[in-house]
């Protein structure tokens, strides 16, 4: 995207359809966003998890992702006006109206590859060099074992299996609802502890433990229901449907998606 002040790009129209696919999975080359001053906040990072399903554009399809990767956060950011007809995904720095990017002159490296034409440098740069959380704290950082000891307890790859075996009935589907009920626990104790504990604020939630365990249950077509004994129940939700997923970086839709 470009500023108002810039001339457009011929390769460029300022549809900000790339943007509104989703912001960009970030990259060690964006590591100096977040320093020095007009730096970003983490606040604006979501982490996606491994083992989370993610629409991976180059092979157009759904797959569980085999490394976490962290994304500039969507448009419900209050730093983003929400875009009209946009997925919920949209870069929560594109501004409208214009469609102009709040951060052209630093802008994350996915996007200053990305051509609408020809998306053969980003589809290159794609996998490489991605960000993870252990990038942002030094080694031996109280956090990474608070964030490893989440990971066990909160393993996002069993969500899609135990959200089969709870709708299979019989003992499974029990052990399945336990499981998932333990898993929602322990998220929201982590949640609170970080809080609580550490005062790492609501905001810093999705950069440090990534999307929430209602969020990632959505997706499985699960709900999480109050329970007078046990504080959560999980139940499979007949009416849910998937949240939208996140695209891990802004590809073009893959031509055999296109009606
Ligand atoms: S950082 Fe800017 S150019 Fe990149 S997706 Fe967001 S709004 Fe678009």
């Given amino acids: 995207m470009k500023t108002e002040a810039e001339p457009t790009s011929p390769a460029c129209r300022r549809c ?17 966003l977040f320093d020095g001053p007009g730096a970003l906040s983490l606040a604006m990072v979501v982490t996606l998890r491994a083992g989370e399903p993610a629409f991976d554009q180059p092979k157009g399809r759904l797959l569980p992702l085999a490394a976490e990767l962290l994304k500039l956060r969507g448009a419900e950011s209050p730093n983003s006006e929400r875009i009209s007809g946009g997925s ?15 951060l052209y002159e630093r802008r994350p490296a996915e996007c200053r590859v990305l051509s609408c034409q020809d998306t053969t440098a980003l589809a290159a740069m794609y996998e490489l060099e991605r960000l993870s959380r252990a990038d942002f704290l030094p080694a031996g950082h109280g956090l990474l074992a608070v964030m490893a000891e989440h990971e066990a307890l909160v393993a996002v ?48 939630h999705e950069f440090f433990l990534g999307r929430d365990a209602a969020t990632l249950f959505a997706v499985a077509r699960l709900a999480l229901r109050p329970d007078a004994r046990t504080g959560l129940r999980v139940q499979a939700d007949p009416l849910g449907q998937p949240l939208p997923t996140p695209a891990p970086a802004h590809l073009p839709p893959h031509p055999e998606n296109q009606p």
């Fill in 88 to 102: 919920g995904w949209a870069c929560a720095l594109l501004m409208q109206p214009g469609n102009a990017c709040a």
């Fill in 157 to 204: 790859a069993r969500v899609a299996p135990l959200a089969v075996a709870l709708r299979a009935g019989g003992q499974e589907s029990l052990d399945a609802q336990e499981e998932l009920t333990r898993m929602a626990l322990a998220d929201r104790a982590f949640r609170t502890g970080l809080a609580e504990r550490a005062g790492i604020g609501p905001e810093f």
């Fill in 16 to 32: 900000g359809t790339c943007c509104q696919k989703g912001g960009p999975a970030l990259h060690l080359q964006d590591l100096h």
